[in-house]
């Protein structure tokens, strides 16, 4: 992310904050386990790749968030109570339903995580996974029963 210019940034200073701020609404920090919230800087900066294809749809629903919140509040969503706003964030099904997938993707990809589920960071293979023989006597009715397609 560092190697982008500021203007070709898909996200503006304030929409990153909100977006940092409903990022750590949506998956809080466990001090219990140990595991960073959505807000934490690896994994925001991946939420950031992954939501810039939806960047202008994103952008949208951020401003009429703060439309929304002005209105009703009379104050920027930044500035609310964190139950003011989730209340907010429940009446906007628009932004939550691209926001939600993202931010999961990027946190449950984060190696952290991953390692605290106790799940490899790497794909299965090459090394694959092992797989028991099994007893192939299970596919003979199969293999005796008529094709189900025509044969030519």
Not at 55 to 60: F, K, P
Not at 110 to 118: E, G, K, Y
Request: glycine fraction near 4%; charge should be negative.
């Amino acid at each position: 992310m560092d190697k982008l210019v500021g203007s070709s940034l898909p996200f503006s200073q304030e929409a990153r904050s909100l977006l940092r701020s409903i990022a750590i609404l949506l998956i809080p920090k466990s001090e219990e386990h140990e595991l960073p919230g959505g807000n934490d800087d690896a994994i925001f900066a991946h939420f950031l790749e992954l939501a810039g294809p939806n960047s202008a749809n994103i952008n949208q629903c951020l401003f009429d968030l703060q439309k929304k919140s002005i209105n009703e509040y009379d104050d920027s969503f930044l500035k609310l109570q964190s139950n003011q706003q989730l209340a907010m964030l429940h009446t906007c099904s628009n932004l939550l339903e691209v926001l939600i997938p993202n931010i999961a993707f990027a946190y449950y990809q984060d190696p952290r995580i991953l390692s605290a589920l106790s799940l490899k960071d790497s794909p299965p293979f090459p090394g694959g996974n092992v797989v028991e023989e099994g007893d192939w006597s299970l596919l003979d009715p199969v293999r005796k029963r008529k094709p189900l397609y025509r044969i030519p």
